[in-house]
């Protein structure tokens, strides 16, 4: 046997990326500068709607160090002033004659360096003729409201209804049921903020016609699909790099006009040409995420048993329908809203509307909706569980799809893979000592002070996704991986998944080292390379798990078992007389008669069975047969200042269940960025326009990400509940805490004021909104 | 525009440059001595990915100009580590995953060394006090300061040898 150890699933190997990170070695997209390089910045409009009547690039391109000015009418006659957008929408590059929101590209400067492309943005004019806004979409879908898009043929603000369940028995139910609880909810604007902003290098190789992007990422093979398509440019000469990248969250998955602009540029005047946009028009321009606002409805028996549920949404896109949603869920996942909880019957309608906003619908570090959905099914059971006067973990046991249930076919259609609620919930109960905190705060209530305990026992929903329903643009969403065993029994894994920080290199490697019996020290992964790695979908939606996680432990297999023929070579037996045990191919009976990998990858290249190929490599492209189901449950207690509405976090509980567990160290590390990006819209984000559209949120000054400072020492616990379906029974975790924390704090929140009659705030639950409340229930102090 | 010719020592190196005055000492760190370890991640002086220790103290390299730093001496991460050694700090963030897409570490590093520095033994509190102005949006903080802490154990193991290490030459 080997002397290295193997370290494969459930190890908490240290990542292999870091060594170059923490040395500031790493290579983002800013960081690469290529000889002749041209700096490219936009001019972007301070109206959210308004006619361009003149574009005046004169005094711009008579500065020093000015090489161009690109506007729409240039583009269109390139055929590129549109793009198309995921969802079968069309998006503005540049306008040609008005713009639609606020910051929105209006034309672009090249220059030599980034101040000179910074001076020359503000040298050109632009006319504008301001038209009224349309900012509410409740507004945008009465008779007579301004059209955002009079470029489509449909004359309304209205772009879609999609609806999930059954309307009829869902209805009956309502109307026969003991108790009905409803609410509105609204789930704001919020945006994913990486730390590392969007942008590209674009080159364009005039001798080998080839053009190569570097390019924040998260999904470069579909976005090179999306690049030929749109450019006509064969898809051969196009390469894209995804190099290291700051942080994703979704936020780069949709294609910018940046990008596109960018390209024309370099193709255009020959140069490279690197684009990197600012945090203001980061936060101002790019892809936003929610903005759903929700009508949900419980229908309940009086002793707390949930029988369906009904829900609509008015869901505001902003100008274009830029969501980053497979192709036949424009609302995304969000129908999986009837949650942990068995009912009879649900209905789910969703109507997507323009507004003069910017354009978008992607994930938040989360699966497409999901956090949307949870939110709604979690505050609704504690809503019901108010109106009927029982405790919310008591009504959630009560309701929770029982271990035997699974696989469970859910009333909007998704068939749940594997979960254990009760143990899970119970778990997180004990741990936290549920009892004793009741009493503390009915203690504490006596004395007028303001404790809330909250609870969220959430089912998350990722991994898309299986091909017959599954596909963006039509390109199924499959994930692949290519493994390659050298002679000397080291291997390459590349894969067609994109990390931006969730460890990639080392948990693929783990799966290789788990499947093959290679130490994971020998074992490189590489992505990001459309020229070199597999085809796959990109890193979203925690979907690199269920995906190419699959993938990467079917193509080792394969590896095996063609390992298993040389090994039987080798051994002078048969094969059938092998079994792969301990990491290894012993003779059954004869344990110490035996093959490792290492000495089988060796004679894969110099001693292989007759009629075998040589080499040891093998390819797949996994098509998962479902989705997978994480879960978990979490309890938050909060202490509530009613001197100044603040609320403080005293704990948070996370009990997570993502099934097998590659990395116990960075699944624990993935959800502590969750939770906090869970915490964040809970209690601080929020991207607020003013009457004219303007945004009033547009930098780090005025929207407040979580510093260490507000953030609390997240504890974390686990149970593991397989998937039934995935070659290793993982699940995915990078999004749970996300979807799962913002209704634990609500619900803390709401808890801690029960008594005064709240039931129900909307995020974020800011100082100042909270401080009125107290005000209005005359507990401020 | 016109320039203005600066020295500054940067990681133990000197460097004699002409500069526009304009010019953030972040773009020259990054554009002008090609150290790309120092990031950008705003442009309201709130995320600091640029921190860099300016004779010795921290700073956010995108908030002082190129030409203020004229005669100072100049640490960026890719100055932490010594004769192949990893800084202590380094190490911390390696051993307690305390990075995920590593963007905010470069600077969020500085910051650790700079409090350790002046504070060998921080509490918690402390530590969470003194990265308040460096934000992280993958990680959640606690292996954050976890690797601060590792940082803060082994420096007062090795103290004889690892005094002095921040701060250039
Ligand atoms: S780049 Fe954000 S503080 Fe300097
Ligand atoms: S590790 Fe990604 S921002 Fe900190």
Redesign the pocket.
Known sequence: MTTTPIRGLGHPVKRKEDPRFIRGKGTYVDDIKLPGMLFLDIVRSPYAHARIKRIDPSKALAMPGVVDVITGAELEKAGLAWMPTLMSDRQMVLPTDRVVYYAQEVAAVVATDRYTAADAVLAVEVEYEPLTPVLDPFKALEPGAPLVRPDREQKTNHIWHWEAGDKEKTDRIFQEAEVVVSQDLYIPRIHVCSIETCGCVVNYDRATDKLTIWMTSQAPHAHRTVFSLVSGIPEHKIRIISPDIGGGFGGKVPVYPGYVIATYAALKLGKPIKWIEDRSENLQADSFARDYHIHAELAATRDGRIRAMRVHTVADHGAFDAAANPSKFPAGLFSVCTGSYDMEAAHVAVDGVYTNKPPGGVAYRCSFRVTEAVHTIERMVDILADELGMDPAEIRFKNFIRPEQFPYKSPTGWEYDSGNYPATLQKALDAIGYQELRREQAERRARGELMGIGISTFTEIVGAGPSHTFDILGIKMFDSAEIRVHPTGSAIVRIGVQTQGQGHETTFAQIVAEELGLPVENIIVEHGDTDTAPYGLGTYASRSTPTAGAATAVAARKIREKARLIAAHLLEVSPDDLEWRDYAFRVKGAPDRFKTMQEIAFAAYTNFPQGLEGGLEAVCYYDPPNLTFPFGAYVCVVDIDRGTGQVKIREFLAVDDCGTIINPMIVEGQIHGGLTMGMAPALFEEIVYDENGTMLTGTFMDYLLPTAMETPHWKTDKTVTPSPHHPLGAKGVGESPTIGAPPAIVNAVVDALSHLGVRHIDIPITPAKLYQILVEKGVAE | MERVPIQLTVNGQLYQAEVEPRMLL?HFIRDVLNLTGTH???DT??????TVLWDGRPV?S??VFAVQADGGEILTVEGLERDGQLHPVQEGFWEEHGLQCGFCTPGMMMTAVALLQENPDPSEEEIRKAIAGNLCRCTGYVNIVKAIQYAARKMRETAPAAAGIAGGE
């Open positions: 972040v950008i991640g705003c002086t709130s995320c600091g990915a640029c956010k995108c908030t």
